[in-house]
């Protein structure tokens, strides 16, 4: 037969377990909430920077394909290939 003085004990002791469980859980769910909370923003910049760059630098060709429109006089480093 068990007695009065170990039932408390083992009630008290599974009540601490269940509290300790309690929290572990909560905090799980609170570090997945921040974590997607994390991934949203990053995902706003990321699709931000894209969008910026590419009104920046849209596809295809803006200007002539002659890129040495702006140099004057002998090219150096001919023999190099540059």
Same mark, same amino acid.
């Given at each position: 037969?068990?007695?009065?003085?170990?039932?408390? #004990? &083992?009630?008290?002791?599974?009540?601490?377990?269940?509290? *300790?469980?309690?929290?572990?859980? !909560?905090? +799980? =769910?609170?570090?997945?909430?921040?974590?997607? #909370? &994390?991934?949203?923003?990053?995902?706003?910049?990321?699709? *931000?920077?894209?969008?910026?760059? !590419?009104? +920046? =630098?849209?596809?295809?060709?803006?200007?002539?394909?002659?890129?040495?429109?702006?140099?004057?006089?002998?090219?150096?480093?001919?023999?190099?290939?540059?």
């Amino acid at each position: 037969m068990i007695s009065l003085k170990q039932l408390l #004990a &083992a009630i008290t002791r599974t009540k601490w377990v269940w509290i *300790g469980l309690t929290a572990v859980l !909560a905090l +799980r =769910f609170y570090y997945v909430r921040e974590m997607i #909370a &994390a991934l949203m923003i990053f995902s706003v910049f990321v699709c *931000g920077g894209s969008y910026r760059r !590419a009104c +920046r =630098f849209p596809c295809g060709p803006r200007q002539s394909p002659d890129r040495n429109l702006g140099r004057s006089g002998p090219r150096r480093g001919r023999a190099l290939g540059y």
